[in-house]
């Protein structure tokens, strides 16, 4: 059992479609982030979270931190074609110095 | 530009055969990380490093060990390699825990 746990694990839409992927665990975290992965390419990241409750917007994104900051969501509305790939919610345990913990991953194609 | 260079893209290794996987940043960074990515686990942590000759165990460190002799560079090695050890190695590097984690473009091992 992985700390971090995402779901869905794939998820196929089409192009205008509204998405959620959801990042949970039983631990709190001191911050939680979001990377895309391209194939090919290591993970970038997409943005971090402090706050329990945070909401941040990228664009047709948005990360929510949940109040007990043990979870995550991200939102994408007006899912496109670029949005296909990869991602990875990833999080410092409270209490841990540096160790970086990733999650299972949700895959995500986008199709016209 | 940053940059987290990972010595291979591609890697056949023979069962037994002791293999070492390099990675060198760039960016003065304090953490460098070592994680596998196996299809629906997303990334897992093999060992993490906070500081030159420092370690620490991740998630996963079963049959492999690492070095940090200089800041910049943060070697895997695998002491007998087996067939459960083929998968995506990635190497990332950050200032801080919670800061932005960079990434290699990752090295695909096969042990055959």
């Known amino acids: 059992t992985q700390l971090l746990e995402q779901s869905p694990q794939f998820l196929s839409i089409q192009e205008g479609e509204n998405l959620t992927v959801y990042c949970n665990s039983s631990?709190?975290?001191?911050?939680l982030q979001w990377y895309r992965q391209e194939p090919g390419e290591g993970p970038v990241l997409l943005v971090t979270?402090?706050?329990?409750?945070e909401v941040k917007k990228l664009k047709r994104l948005t990360f929510q931190f949940g109040d007990a900051r043990k979870d995550s969501s991200l939102h994408i509305t007006a899912a496109q074609p670029g949005d296909t790939g990869l991602y990875l919610c990833?999080?410092?345990?409270?209490?841990?110095?540096?160790?970086?913990?990733f999650g299972t991953g949700t895959r995500l194609q986008v199709t016209l | 530009d940053v940059k987290v260079t990972q010595s291979s893209r591609y890697l056949v290794k023979r069962t037994g055969e002791k293999v070492f996987l390099e990675c060198v940043q760039d960016?003065?960074?304090?953490?460098m990380f070592w994680y596998r990515q196996d299809p629906g686990l997303g990334l897992r942590l093999i060992y993490f490093?906070?500081?030159?000759?420092?370690?620490e165990k991740g998630d996963i460190p079963e049959g492999y060990s690492v070095s940090r002799e200089k800041k910049e560079r943060f070697s895997l090695i695998l002491e007998s390699a087996s067939t459960n050890q083929t998968s995506m190695y990635l190497c990332?590097?950050?200032?801080?825990?919670?800061?932005?984690?960079?990434f290699g473009q990752g090295t695909r091992l096969t042990v055959v």
């Open positions: 960016m003065d960074h304090e953490n």
């Open positions: 990833a999080g410092v345990l409270a209490g841990t110095a540096s160790k970086l913990t």
């Open positions: 490093s906070y500081d030159v000759k420092m370690k």
């Open positions: 631990s709190v975290f001191s911050s």
């Open positions: 990332a590097s950050s200032l801080w825990a919670n800061t932005e984690a960079f």
């Open positions: 979270v402090v706050t329990g409750g």
